[in-house]
């Protein structure tokens, strides 16, 4: 796995040293954009809406549209100045029970790893934390952006899920059409908790896979034993072919000889190059 | 060098204990440890000319080529007095310029000698160039082949080149240059040389990064020979069944199609003494017009 963050986990006077990683991954199978009529794959050009001209990286800011049309401008270092993380630390606020989180506030998960010499610190907060059957919510920042985390333990590791901030959270209220007393009849109501009752089950992750994807893979492999397949146009292929054609004219016209295989071994040098004796007495020299 | 007593050698006035000289290291090939030493004695000048001013990467194999290996680049403690050690970013590295410390590394079961593509003190100022032609597969028909007509192609271009084994399943091509390309920019000939080669022979060669989309083809590596990465030094023993040692190769030899197994430590001997390092000779090259004239397109 990879290291996405590395930094401290800090609560108290406890220091520990963590790597952060991805947890879970998501495994869509991503599709080019393909030009139909050609087959040649889409590239997505920065375009100024006011000039019609390509614009390249290093003539792109950021801006902030507060009315439609007039924008306040960032610089790079004006938005990292914002950036609280300048100690890299996941500070834990409050310890609380994990059933208190309504899942709604979980957004993705790391697992923490302790880092350098931390593995001491880092088993203790963890037997500590399994003990009292507590989780941390801390606050961290990754990359610009600063969240909320809980920290938590899964078998022997540590783990964070980013929590959305109260106010990112919409409200039940926005959503429309929800019942407002409940008028069911009882008959039904019976039968339908029975049939909750039938198919009830210990959680499996492991029997639940996704179809859509299976069948979409199979779908690509059919296509492609079935030779179903799209080339995209060859139009690099004129321009490097066309390009070494050129340099080989080129350096045909300055007189550079093509060194015949066996002129290559036996000490033989072809005109365009030094010999190799001279060439490295000038190396050496130029290193010490 | 004299051998004084059973496990003790003076190797150029420096003493040092041979453990376990009778340990099989390649059992294929019958060659104990001694032997072993033996054959690195015989390839010494032309592993140490290579490896001298370069930060150097081993790969031991405590145990013989079957059993557990690892990397190691920060010199094994303790330092005998006799070696020279260089940082680069809070790694010791080995440095590799004599005799003494060769048998050393020997001695520690180090099979495989790896050397950066930057020398010491010189993080972007290569003093050659190489194209890693790499199989996928790993018994490869058509490597001289790929390695030919790679050949070729700098052929057609003025640049006179050397072909090696890596000693394992592929074959490097080294272009010594005059110290005036960046890495970069050598990568920058080897995008366009890979590219037509990948072009021009789409079912022998491929410029994929990713070696699970690269199916059978051969990967045109060009982006290996860079500052911080590293590769295995002409002459270095490998540590396969074969006993295969990286071998600089003639022309003659690449389109009769050698095969790269047939260079070993037991043969390696008596072709240096035959026809000398075939690395050594090769004129300097200058690329600098080709790079100008692929930055002008």
Same mark, same amino acid.
């Given at each position: ?75 790079? !270092? ?5 950036? /609280?993380? &300048? #100690?890299?630390? $996941?500070?834990? @606020? ?88 409940? !008028? ?5 109501? /019976?039968? &339908? #908790?029975?049939? $909750?009752?039938? @198919? ?89 | ?297």
């Amino acid at each position: 796995m990879q290291t996405v963050w590395k930094g401290a986990i800090s609560f108290g006077l406890v220091h520990v040293p963590v790597k952060m990683f991805t947890a879970t991954e998501d495994k869509d199978i991503s599709m080019r954009l393909i030009h139909k009529t050609c087959g040649g794959p889409i590239s997505y050009v920065r375009q100024c809406a006011n000039c019609s001209v390509t614009v390249s990286s290093e003539d792109i800011a950021k801006g902030y549209e507060y009315e439609k049309g007039r924008f306040v401008l960032f610089e790079k !270092e004006e938005l990292d100045a914002l950036s /609280t993380d &300048a #100690t890299k630390t $996941i500070h834990i @606020l409050d310890f609380v029970d994990l059933q208190e989180i309504d899942p709604i506030y979980f957004q993705k998960t790391y697992y923490l790893s302790p880092d350098q010499a931390g593995g001491n610190a880092y088993s203790l907060l963890l037997e500590a934390m399994r003990q009292s059957g507590r989780i941390g919510i801390a606050k961290i920042s990754i990359r610009s952006k600063s969240s909320l985390a809980a920290i938590r333990v899964i078998d022997n590791c540590l783990a964070m899920e980013t929590i959305f901030y109260p106010d990112e959270v919409r409200s039940i209220s926005q959503v429309p059409g929800l019942p407002e007393a409940s !008028e069911v009849n009882e008959r039904e109501l /019976t039968m &339908a #908790t029975m049939l $909750i009752q039938q @198919l009830s089950a210990p959680f499996d992750p492991a029997k639940y896979e996704d179809d859509y994807r299976k069948r979409l893979m199979e779908l690509i492999q059919a296509k492609i034993a079935g030779e179903e397949v799209h080339f995209a146009p060859e139009q690099q292929r004129t321009n490097v072919v066309d390009l070494m054609a050129a340099l080989q004219a080129s350096l045909e016209a300055v007189g550079t000889p093509a060194a015949a295989p066996a002129a290559m071994t036996d000490g033989d040098k072809p005109a365009a190059t030094k010999p190799r004796k001279g060439g490295k007495k000038k190396a050496k020299e130029t290193v010490s | 060098m004299a051998v004084k007593t059973k496990g003790t050698i003076v190797v150029a006035g420096s003493e040092m204990t041979i453990s376990n000289p009778g340990k099989l290291l390649w059992p294929e090939m019958e060659i104990t440890k001694l032997a072993f030493l033996e054959k690195l004695i015989e390839l010494s000048p032309y592993l140490i000319n290579y490896c001298a001013r370069r930060y150097l990467t081993v790969i031991r194999y405590p145990n013989g080529i079957h059993g557990k290996s690892f990397y190691q680049k920060n010199c094994p403690d303790p330092i005998p007095g006799f070696v020279r050690t260089a940082e680069q970013n809070g790694i010791r590295y080995v440095v590799l310029d004599s005799l003494p410390t060769l048998v050393w590394l020997g001695n520690l079961a180090c099979l495989e000698y790896h050397a950066s593509c930057d020398r010491i003190g010189e993080p972007d100022k290569p003093t050659e160039w190489v194209l890693d032609i790499d199989p996928s597969l790993e018994e490869e028909p058509r490597i001289m082949e790929a390695a030919w007509l790679a050949g070729e192609l700098l052929r057609s271009l003025g640049i006179s080149a050397v072909p090696k084994t890596s000693g394992a399943t592929g074959v490097q091509i080294i272009v010594p240059l005059q110290p005036d390309l960046t890495f970069d920019e050598l990568r920058a000939v080897g995008r366009f040389v890979g590219d037509y080669l990948s072009r021009t022979h789409p079912k022998l060669f491929t410029i994929e990064r990713m070696k699970r989309n690269r199916g059978d083809l051969i990967y045109f590596d060009y982006l290996q020979h860079y500052q911080g990465k590293t590769l295995s030094a002409p002459y270095t023993p490998r540590a396969r069944a074969a006993a295969s040692v990286s071998t600089p190769l003639t022309w003659e030899e690449v389109r009769a199609d050698a095969r790269p197994t047939a260079f070993h430590l037991l043969n390696i001997g008596e072709r240096l003494r035959r026809h000398g390092d075939l690395l050594e000779r090769a004129p300097v090259q200058n690329l600098r017009p080709i790079l100008e004239f692929i930055r002008k397109k």
